[in-house]
């Protein structure tokens, strides 16, 4: 399954089910899609083979496990030596504090998101991943004040 075209109407019924809730079970999608649970569990295990279903995660409320501060960071790199691209995008990869990271086309080079347990722990984290590092030529941050929505499901409907 490599072509968009090869996720059916009914694909998207369980790709939809599974964002909403990833506990609801191959019973209940099967009922509510008029599929058999043996065709649902057929789809679903080639949407999984062919990584169009990524994983299944818990979303934590992070506030809840002491994560407070969200930062929005635009980041410029020196942008001298490609292995130092490289090297930052490695760096920034495996840090459990960068949730989203992208390479952008614009004023900056890279936006990432960010958390941090208060300002305190974000100012702790800049000095370690921005400032100890000479390829970073200039960050922008921008603290958020509310989440007026946060979501990683697609709308598979349009």
């Known amino acids: ?35 058999s649970t043996a065709s649902v569990q057929r789809r679903l295990r080639r949407l999984r083979e062919a990584g169009v279903l990524q994983k299944e995660v818990a979303l934590v409320d992070q506030k809840k496990v002491g994560l407070g501060v969200t930062a929005i960071v ?36 890279f936006v990432m998101v960010v ?15 921005f400032f100890a590092d000479s390829n970073v030529r200039k960050f922008r941050t921008s603290i958020v004040v509310s989440t007026e929505k946060s979501t990683q499901e697609l709308p598979l409907d349009i």
Do not use: N, W
């Not at 490599?2 to 099967?30: F, G, I, K, W, Y």
């Not at 990869?93 to 952008?104: A, N, T």
């Open 115 to 129: 958390v941090a347990p208060d300002i305190a722990g974000y100012e702790s984290f800049t000095h370690r991943f």
């Open 1 to 35: 399954m490599t072509q968009e075209s090869q996720v059916d109407a009914a694909d998207r019924m369980l790709l939809t089910q599974l964002q909403r809730d990833a506990r609801t079970t191959v019973q209940q999608m099967a009922e509510k899609g008029g599929l």
């Open 74 to 109: 635009s980041v410029e790199l020196e942008r001298d030596r490609l292995e130092q691209i490289d090297a930052f995008k490695r760096k920034a990869r495996i840090d459990p504090q960068v949730l989203h990271f992208y390479c952008i086309a614009g004023d900056a080079d």
